[in-house]
Antibody, heavy 119, light 113 residues
């Protein structure tokens, strides 16, 4: 059974750094072709892809976020960590992590975690 | 970036009737190595994460009812629900995963007429 779960703060202040953890089970991030992706969704708005980390430790980021974003993994703990610096109110939203199976798109998702940026 | 344009933004269909949502990509999503379009459809209900319905433009994910189908023609794609059920009320998104940055359509809100 494949599961993913996001965890982290629900409230951050402007200019602070957001750190979210995706803890997953039921698959390995060492398997060729597998990635874990982060996707976010402002309240009432559409989905926005944030970035991916791949089985070979390659990373890909949204161009609009790449100067502030870092995604890392701890394969032994089955965790992927998102770090987003210099948070702004426009970064408010629900952050999801999902398994990216390459051919089959984002096939399993976590429930998401709501992050509010406010002073 | 590849731009995904969905239409309509919202749609109201009677129970048992057909619902069709379209999605147009600004570039080809076709992988020549396997002749597949890397286009997915997701269903999102309030307070829930998106659920994968269709991948490779027309392959139904395991467990998805067969009233959901995907079609493709060049850079034009469609999701069809053949007979609308009450549980199909949701927002539907298309997404290209042909290359990063992955991009989503703006979403289509489907309601019961």
């Amino acid at each position: 059974q494949i599961t993913l779960r996001e965890s982290g703060p629900t409230l951050v202040k402007p200019t602070e750094t957001l750190t979210l953890t995706c803890t997953f089970s039921g698959f390995s991030l060492s398997t060729t072709g597998v990635a874990v992706g982060w996707i976010r969704q402002p309240p009432g708005k559409a989905l926005e892809w944030v970035g991916n980390i791949y089985w070979d430790d390659d990373t890909r980021y949204s161009p609009s976020l790449k100067t502030r974003l870092k995604i890392t993994r701890d394969t032994s703990k089955n965790q992927v960590v998102l770090t987003l610096t210099n948070m702004d109110t426009v970064d408010t939203g629900t952050y999801f992590c999902a398994r990216d199976w390459g051919s089959a798109a984002l096939d399993f998702w976590g429930q998401g975690t709501m992050v509010t940026v406010s002073s | 970036d590849i731009v995904m344009t969905q239409s309509p933004d919202s749609l109201a269909v009677s129970l048992g009737e057909r619902a069709t949502i379209t999605c147009k990509s600004s570039q080809s999503l076709l992988y020549s190595s396997n002749n597949k379009n890397y286009l997915a459809w997701y269903q999102q209900k309030p307070g829930q994460p998106p659920k994968l319905l269709i991948y490779w433009a027309s392959t139904r994910e395991s467990g998805v009812p067969d009233r959901f189908s995907g079609s493709e023609s060049g850079t034009d794609f469609a999701l069809t629900i053949s007979s609308l059920q009450p549980e199909d009320v949701a927002v539907y998104y298309c997404q290209q995963y042909h290359r990063t940055p992955y991009t989503f359509g703006q979403g289509t809100k489907l309601e019961i007429k």
